[in-house]
């Protein structure tokens, strides 16, 4: 009897709970418990299973998970959890080969031999009676989606690492020596990627029924396709000579030395493919941009989402993310950082630095907001917020609860949100920002992804909530497109311009240009990073696009900062009020202060080749720095 190497049926396939039932025609299950090869391959129900759970190790962006935060090692958030946290270590510069929380090599690979005994074995397969024409014809569309499942992985290696082995078929124990393979170079890991990508799109679909849902499509494809090659065209990986050095022992250098223009023209096709395959559109509600935007995270949204990780309806994002306290119930776990709001424009469309702006950091303000308070057709009475918080980006109002904010709890009132300290709360400042404690610190809490229609008081008579958690959406294709146009063109054209505005307009905003920097190819690419960081705040982007533009030294490297949530004993004396009173905590409250200092080397760009590996295969170079 053969035991299959790497699996048992628990890790092998997906557990049912974990599905929506509309897609169990083709995630169906089987038992948990050791199987062998020929139990997989000789049964039909055990390949779907096994099928299964390779689109179970797709990565998602929701930030919902204990440890797997990557939103707050970045200049979104602070996660003050504790430090046992995964972000600590990049934020602090305490991570390295042995210790990084985030490597992905040992899983990647053993995904991608997944997949390779997936497409060695699903001809073999025996099927049965009147299964025979079905599978006939599903069965060529099973091996495109591995195979695009297998690009997919490699891709998420190459964003860590660069240039790394690639392995096209599984490999027995007897033949060990044989894996001991060096790196391929970035160029041989984008061109397989792509080529993979560019082939499956021919074999698959464009688009499911409601039952198959979440599968991989021709758009899928190409979109991880024109991905892959943003990434390759970006300053990381197009003519870094940081990593000269970086070769292999019989002398290939790993990374290209020579900056490729052509490269970014390569990705601008990539994206203009998707986009005129016309599928997709942005999810639009007539006069709402606030929810507009919103519901693209908080409902099951399917127009512009691309290739989407299919999970089940829960509460648990609401838990983590609600503010503390009140009446939200949840948990607050992430202090959004000040350099995160103030990315957000005007809705003039001036950055809130520019003198024809507007901004003000003084003052206050009260008005009606359509939409505010997270239900459409719904308009909310803002009382007394900060001027900062006034005639901003629709987005930074469906992206995070300020001071003064509103939110509709259960779907049924619009309950305002109080962030600044109030010693003796007793639990109604909802952020409740005591002198210590686990619960936001920085005057921010997150509000995109939540849906209002949950309920965190009324656990079990809410509902839960329904959204998709997103891997690749149209912006993304519409924002790759203008980045690659103006770097080839060495400036914005009449396209690039248009593909940045698709986005802007769902979004309430004018159109680009509106100040003279736009026009040049050095204002325009700030516009269009900027847009990146506004339009995926929250979805795991921003970690590796700081990378790939090489800007972490910059913007992930030093202070961070919140508001004054957490003021002195002295500073509140010196209010002159009762230092429990909430009058004295909003008297301090607007006053930036420092969150945590942090660290990024310019060896952090890439990850560390695990040690394990470097120890295990001699073939193998470490990255720069490491």
């Given amino acids: 009897m053969k035991r299959i190497q790497l699996y048992t049926i628990a890790s092998l396939f997906l557990v049912s ?12 299950v089987v038992p948990s418990e050791l199987v062998t090869e020929d139990q997989v391959w000789g049964n039909i129900n055990n390949a779907n299973g096994a099928l ?78 009147d299964q025979a024409a079905y599978y006939k014809e599903v069965i060529p569309r099973y091996k495109a989606e591995v195979r695009f499942l297998r690009a997919y992985f490699y891709f998420n290696l190459f964003k860590r690492y660069g240039g790394v082995p690639i392995i096209t078929r599984s490999y027995k124990p007897a033949e060990g020596d044989a894996l001991r393979m060096p790196r391929a170079t970035v160029d041989e890991v984008v061109d397989y990627i792509t080529g993979e990508c560019q082939a499956v799109a021919e074999l698959l679909p464009p688009g499911y029924d409601n039952a198959n849902m979440g599968r991989i499509t021709k758009g899928a494809a190409l ?115 000040q350099e995160l709001v103030d990315c957000y424009e005007m809705k003039n469309g001036f950055p809130i630095t520019h003198s024809g702006s507007g901004y003000q950091e003084t003052g206050f303000w009260s008005g009606d907001m359509y939409g505010g308070g997270g239900i459409t057709g719904q308009t909310v009475r803002l009382e007394n917020i900060s001027n900062m918080y006034k005639d901003r980006d629709p987005r930074f109002y469906a992206t995070i609860f300020f001071q003064g904010s509103k939110w509709a709890v259960g779907n049924t009132n619009n309950t305002p949100v109080w962030l600044a300290w109030w010693g003796s709360n007793g639990g109604a400042s909802q952020g409740w920002p005591k002198s210590t404690g686990t619960y936001p610190i920085g005057g921010y809490n997150v509000r995109k992804w939540i849906d209002p229609a949950v309920d965190m008081n009324n656990y079990w008579g809410s509902p839960d909530a329904q959204r998709n958690d997103p891997i690749i959406r149209l912006s993304e294709i519409y924002l790759n ?44 690419r700030k516009r269009v990073q900027n847009e990146n960081r506004v339009e995926f705040a929250f979805e795991a982007h921003r970690f590796w696009d700081v990378r790939r533009w090489l800007i972490g030294e910059q913007v992930d490297n030093g202070a961070v900062h919140g508001l004054n949530a957490r003021p002195t004993t002295q500073e509140l004396q010196s209010t002159g009020l009762d230092v429990n009173g909430k009058e004295a905590g909003l008297a301090v409250f607007y006053k930036k202060v420092t969150i945590q200092n942090r660290v990024f080397l310019p060896q952090h760009y890439l990850f560390p080749v695990p040690q394990s590996e470097l120890d295990r295969n001699k073939e193998l170079v470490q990255n720069f720095g490491w």
């Avoid at 709970?17 to 169906?28: E, N, R, T």
């Avoid at 940045?500 to 325009?524: C, H, K, Q, W, Y």
Wanted: proline share 4%; aromatic share 12%; charged share 20%.
């Fill in 481 to 524: 497109y203008a980045e690659a146009l103006n770097e080839y063109n060495e400036g914005p054209t009449a396209e690039a311009f248009a593909a940045i505005n698709a986005v802007r307009s769902r979004a309430g905003l004018p159109d680009l240009p509106i100040i003279a920097e736009d026009n040049t190819r050095e204002g325009f």
């Fill in 17 to 28: 709970g974990l599905v929506l039932s509309s897609c169990k025609k083709f995630l169906d």
């Fill in 52 to 129: 299964a759970n390779l689109y179970a190790m797709m990565a998602g962006c929701l930030p919902d998970g204990w440890t797997d935060d990557i939103t707050a090692a970045t200049d979104e958030s602070f996660h003050h959890w504790g430090a046992g946290f995964y972000p600590l270590y990049y934020n602090t510069g305490a991570w390295n080969a042995a210790n990084n929380p985030y490597d992905n090599w040992t899983v990647s690979y053993q995904n991608i031999r997944k997949a390779n005994l997936f497409l060695e074995n699903i001809d073999k397969v025996p099927i049965m009676g």
């Fill in 223 to 337: 979109a991880l396709a024109c991905r892959t090659l943003t990434y390759a065209a970006s300053p990381l990986f197009n003519g870094n000579t940081r990593y000269a050095n970086i070769k292999n022992g019989d002398g290939t250098v790993l990374f290209n030395q020579a900056y490729d223009k052509n490269k970014w023209q390569k990705a601008a096709a990539a994206a203009k493919s998707v986009l005129n395959l016309n599928l997709y559109s942005l999810n639009k509600i007539p006069g709402d941009p606030i929810n507009s935007y919103a519901q693209v995270f908080n409902k099951r949204n399917w127009s512009e989402l691309i290739l989407t990780k299919v999970i089940a309806n829960s509460k648990s994002i609401e838990n983590e993310l609600l503010p503390y306290g009140g009446e939200f119930g949840g948990w607050g776990k992430y202090s959004v950082l």
